[in-house]
């Protein structure tokens, strides 16, 4: 895997783009 991307980092863009997509369907 590569190793430049945080696992932190990806958690919050995941808890977003999540975030998002239920702000857009409401």
Same mark, same amino acid.
């Given at each position: 895997?590569?190793?430049?991307?945080?696992?932190?980092?990806? %958690? $919050?863009?995941? $808890?977003? $783009? *999540? $975030?998002?997509? *239920?702000? %857009?369907?409401?």
């Amino acid at each position: 895997s590569y190793g430049y991307i945080p696992s932190s980092f990806a %958690g $919050v863009v995941l $808890v977003v $783009v *999540l $975030v998002m997509f *239920l702000i %857009g369907r409401f």
